[in-house]
């Protein structure tokens, strides 16, 4: 096989996450290993950095200063949310080639792999000798053929710890609580704020995913009988809700005025409108009076000091692999994490189109539709994902001392 030599260009793209740049920086220095690659380039922006030929020449980073900006969450290149069509991705190719790039790397998720799968079409079409590697990243956890996404894992730790102290609050001063989570399709980084809980009566009590259509009227039976049973209640919801119709439920309770984004989808991120119409309905209907709602928003995604160590590990590696399957095995495709045994992962490569375009949903098992709950099944799943020294909650074990006034009281 005879071998391609030129420069690599590695971009980022869609949501920042907490170790996107130990993907990035595994792939610049992997590719720095190889005789055949003459630049390293990083494109700021994403794909808009490219046809804008905005580059940096990472071939002139330092390793030492690679190595902190790994352990930095966020997008040390920038991103976007540009979302190519055919003739995005065609002035994409145009400019690659010009820098004679032969290798494409770039982290996203579904999008940015329908994109990595039509610049890829446009050099097969060219007859331009050219590897295409989509490099997986999302919190979101939705990406199919992979057992998770680099990203998910530090994104869930900081759902279930944030729970944790959200509960230990609740708690002390009772009361509804709400926390709208990530996640417009798939529910997964909702399901994890299930691993908060230690002791039998730790929220979250209540979980809404979007794979189950939401009905308003049930919600708040659920949450009343909870609140009546233990005199507070935690719930977790993913942002994505809809009805039975696959009506997102922030436009029901919004009566029609919730924002849109530019694409025409109905803003979820970015808003505490859904809490707030939640919290609304329970003081309305239920005559709660303590209710609090949080939007995690942005901060689930790159929250420094909370990242799991299994999470950064596997991150690098896809980078790694990524160059290692393009420039050592002279394939393109799609970089997938599998699950072995009890808890290991190996990496495949499978075909962009296999991936492209395509989401990925909760498995039916992870979830309890009548309890509102996640089964043992997620908690098996989830666990490993969160990494080593995940913080536990203890509560005062010291008996109660008899009552001498007020005898009888409980």
Known sequence: MATLSGKVVIAQGGGPTAVINQSLVGAVLESRKFPQITKVYGALHGVRGIVEEDFLDL??????????????????????????????????FNVLRAHDVRYFFYMGGNDSSDTVRIVNEQAEKANYEFRAIHIPKTVDNDLVHNDHTPGFGSAARFVSQAFMGANLDNRALPGVYIGIIMGRHAGFLTAASALARK????????IYLPEHAFNIDEFLSDVKKVYDKLGRCMIAVSEGITDSKGIPIISKLMEGNAETDAHG???????????????????????????????????????????????AQEAREVGEKAAQFA????????????RKANYSVDYEIVKLDEIAGKTRYMPED????????????????????????????????????DKILHKGMV
């Open 199 to 206: 002791y039998h009566d730790d929220g979250p009590h209540l």
């Open 327 to 338: 420039i050592w095995y002279n394939i393109d495709g799609s970089i997938v994490i599998k």
């Open 366 to 401: 992870y979830y309890d539709f009548i309890k509102k709950d996640v089964t043992d099944k997620f908690y098996l799943y989830c666990r490993p994902l969160l990494g080593a020294g995940f913080p536990q909650p203890h509560r005062i074990r010291a008996p109660r001392v």
């Open 59 to 92: 071939t002139q980073e330092t390793t030492s200063n690679l190595e902190k900006v790994a352990t930095t969450p966020g997008a040390a290149l920038l991103s976007t949310r540009d979302k190519p069509d055919f003739a995005y991705c065609k002035e994409i």
């Open 265 to 311: 989808n109905v803003q979820l991120s970015g808003t505490g409108a859904l809490g707030d119409a939640l919290s609304k309905k329970i003081k309305e209907k239920l005559g709660i009076k303590r209710v609090r709602s949080d939007t995690f928003g942005y901060l689930q995604r790159s929250f420094l000091g909370c990242v799991s160590d299994v999470d």
